[in-house]
C-alpha cells in the first residue's frame, strides 16, 4: 500500500507554528493549574478558554463523538480519558493531552505529571517517556526511514529499565487533519518505511507502563488502561522537517531548541 503523506510549504508550517504554540502555551497553564482537589473537568474548562482566547478551535472536542477539549487520564489510564467529576489527588499520575486548529491547520502535544509528593518509580516513568519522545524527534531527520523514530524511542526505554511500551497506539502525521498518514510505532527497527524529507509534519507520542503492554478500553469507549492496572505516561509533540533540513518542535515554546540541542540536534530559524 502506497501511503499518501502530506507534505507542507514553509508558510503552512508556519501557520502550523501557532496551532502548535497555543497547544504548547495551554499545556503550560494547565501545568501551572493543576493541583490535588480539582475536578478533570475544571482542567477542561481553563484549556478550552485559553484556546478560544488564543484564536483557536478544539481538535478533540466532537472528534468521533468525544467530549472535551482535552484528554485527562489518571493513574492506570493511559490515554484517551474524558474530562468529568473525577478529583484529582496527591500521588496521582494525571496525563493531559492537548489540540488545537488555527486556520484549518492542527497542532498536538501531551505531557504526564505527578501531582504533591512522588513515588521515585512514577518519577521514571515520566522521565523515560518524555527522554524516548526527544530520542524520537532527533532520530527523526531529514533523510531517517520513518521506522527509526520507533527504533530509538524504544532503544531509549528499553535502556532506562522494565516498562510496557504500548504497541495499539503511536504517532502521526498532522496537518490540515489530526491524524494522517504516517502511522508512526514507538518500537521497531531501523531503515524501515518512507525517507523523511522537508515539508514532513508527525506528532510523536510514546506511551508507556510500570507494567504491561497490554491495554483494555472502559466502557465509556474512550478510556485506555493498562490491562494489568499498573501506572501510564504519556508524552507529545508535533514536530516539522523546515526546508533547510533542520527540524522545529511546533509545539514547544522554545521550539526544541533546549532539548534536542542537548541531543546535539540544531533547530530551523526558518520559524519563531
Ligand atoms: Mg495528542
Ligand atoms: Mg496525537
Request: proline letters at 3%; a negative charge; one cysteine or more.
Amino acid at each position: 500500500m502506497k501511503m499518501s503523506i502530506q507534505l507542507k510549504t514553509l508558510d503552512q508550517i508556519k501557520v502550523m507554528r501557532r496551532a502548535g504554540l497555543l497547544v504548547g502555551q495551554t499545556l503550560e497553564l494547565l501545568k501551572s493549574s493543576i493541583k490535588a482537589g480539582m475536578r478533570t473537568d475544571a482542567l477542561d474548562a481553563i484549556a478550552a478558554a485559553n484556546i478560544k482566547r488564543g484564536g483557536g478551535r478544539s481538535n478533540f472536542d466532537g472528534y468521533h463523538g468525544f467530549k472535551g477539549t482535552i484528554c485527562v487520564s489518571l493513574n492506570d489510564e493511559i490515554v484517551h480519558g474524558i474530562p468529568g467529576n473525577r478529583i484529582i489527588e496527591d500521588g496521582d499520575i494525571v496525563s493531559i493531552d492537548c489540540g488545537a486548529i488555527v486556520e484549518g491547520w492542527h497542532g498536538d502535544a501531551a505531557f504526564s505529571t505527578i501531582i504533591g509528593p512522588a513515588r521515585a518509580l512514577d518519577q521514571k516513568l515520566l522521565a523515560v517517556c518524555e527522554e524516548s519522545m526527544w530520542r524520537g524527534i532527533a532520530a527523526g531527520h531529514v533523510g531517517a526511514h520513518l521506522s527509526d523514530i520507533g527504533h530509538a524511542v524504544e532503544q531509549c526505554i528499553k535502556s532506562q529499565g522494565i516498562f510496557g511500551i504500548l504497541k495499539e497506539y503511536g504517532g502521526h502525521g498532522i496537518g490540515t487533519e489530526m491524524h494522517q498518514e504516517p502511522h508512526v510505532l514507538n518500537f521497531g527497527k531501523r531503515g524501515f518505511g518512507p525517507e523523511l524529507t522537508p515539508g514532513l509534519a508527525l506528532a510523536i507520542e510514546p506511551m508507556i507502563t510500570l507494567g504491561t503492554h497490554r491495554t483494555k478500553l472502559l466502557k465509556d469507549g474512550w478510556t485506555v488502561v493498562s490491562a494489568d492496572k499498573s501506572r501510564g505516561a504519556h508524552f507529545e509533540h508535533t514536530y516539522a522537517l523546515l526546508p533547510d533540513g533542520k527540524p522545529f518542535v511546533l509545539t514547544a515554546i522554545d521550539g526544541g531548541k533546549e532539548h534536542l540541542g542537548k541531543l546535539g540536534v540544531e533547530i530551523s530559524e526558518l520559524i519563531q
